[in-house]
């Protein structure tokens, strides 16, 4: 088996999911008894260069591609599984890795870590292009209504709707203190995340004498004139009273951050199915999100609070009744965690990637 998988660095939620799909199957290869071999298909090397044209990148992705070819022809796979970009310039890398594939005649399992495919249903080569690779194979995505994006592409594709599953980062708290909220918000720091959203939201909760404070964590993706532009509106009144950047969070520091917060906000303005979501339904968070992608799914069985339209007042309204009501925060937290462990502890992504990709498990 062929794996073409995007791998850290840099760390973002599809690597990471790759990553571990791919520690699964080298642990478990023995007992299976298949042989992989792995391709790092990552065009960047970090956050920052994700999205971005670079001669570099180029030429890295014309010898990624040959040896792609190279491994086809003559180590003949009898599967390949891709996890394809579903924008940008990652998406053109990944239908020719795709193409080198069909056309070496190696079955191909399509894995969408996203959504925004069928932007491209009316492009006349692009979309035909995507109805060919992925005629006759196999697509996972991570939730129904994101089977929803790739219609017009699978009208003759096995799908298999396998949701993300993530890190247990239960709190080791056993009290949380008294005193002011703390609201955390824990994403790649880029503009469509909302982090200036909230900070309008915390100056609303301000002006309702709400005891709160805010922190940001994150690292900034490609678009640095918005993280120069976030770090200057942080350091204005009111804002720097209310709000602080810690940086990128990983390992311990995020641990240490889900452990000590007791909001979780993501008002994204497009998502897919997020990590960091799931990271805080494992602490025990409540969480305060939109309807984007597969978040009103995630947040089902009233696990989390989805604000009724994206504006400051919206969310600023969702907030202001869990600051000043830990019982519901306890509540909505205590079913935040139920519903990780039912449906999205890591093992169980994990074991539903391998089956399909040895042929145990159904698709539809």
């Known amino acids: 088996m062929l794996l073409l998988v995007p791998l850290p660095p840099p760390l973002h939620g599809s690597a990471q999911a790759c990553q571990s799909v791919v ?3 080298a642990a478990a290869s023995p007992d299976r008894e298949f042989e992989m071999r792995v391709v790092n298909i990552a065009g960047a090397r970090i956050l920052s260069d994700v999205g971005v044209f670079r001669v570099s990148k180029a030429m890295r992705v014309a010898l990624l591609i040959l040896r792609v070819a190279v491994l086809t022809i003559f180590w003949r796979p009898t599967k390949a599984y891709l996890a394809m970009a579903v924008i940008g310039p990652g998406l053109i890398k990944d239908i020719a890795l795709g193409i080198v594939t069909r056309f070496t005649r190696v079955p191909l399992i399509v894995h969408l870590h996203g959504r925004g495919l069928a932007a491209y ?6 979309g035909s292009l995507l109805k060919w ?26 799908v298999a709707v396998v949701p993300n599953g993530a890190n247990d980062f239960a709190s080791k708290r056993k009290s949380r203190p008294s005193g002011a909220v703390r609201v955390l918000f824990l ?5 469509a995340k909302g982090p200036l959203l909230l900070l309008e939201a915390a100056q609303i909760l301000r002006e309702r004498e709400c005891v709160f404070e805010v922190c940001f964590a994150g690292a900034p993706a490609s678009d640095g004139m918005f993280h120069d532009r976030f770090l200057e509106a942080l350091a204005r ?29 993501l008002p994204s303005q497009n998502e897919g199915f997020p990590l960091s979501i799931l990271e805080a339904m494992s602490a025990g968070l409540v969480i305060v999100s939109t ?9 089902a069985d009233n696990a989390g609070v ?11 309204d969702a907030l202001e009744e869990l600051i000043r009501s830990p019982n519901l925060r306890e509540a909505f937290g205590t079913r935040a965690r139920k519903r990780y462990e039912d449906r999205y502890q890591l093992e169980k992504f994990q074991e539903r990637v391998a089956d399909i990709l040895v042929g145990n498990a159904r698709t539809r």
Not at 136 to 147: C, K, N, R, W
């Open 23 to 25: 520690d699964h199957l």
């Open 121 to 126: 249903a009316d492009r006349p080569i692009l």
């Open 133 to 158: 690779l992925f005629k006759g194979q196999t697509v996972i995505v991570l939730a129904e209504p994101l089977a929803r994006d790739i219609e017009a592409f699978a009208r003759s594709t096995s």
């Open 187 to 191: 994403s790649n720091l880029v503009e």
């Open 237 to 265: 009144e009111p804002w720097s009273t209310l709000a602080r950047y810690v940086g990128p969070a990983y390992g311990k520091l995020k641990q240490e951050l889900l452990d000590a917060a007791d909001i979780f906000v």
């Open 291 to 299: 309807s984007e992608g597969a978040i009103p799914e995630m947040l």
């Open 306 to 316: 989805l604000i009724r339209e994206r504006s400051a007042v919206a969310l600023a």
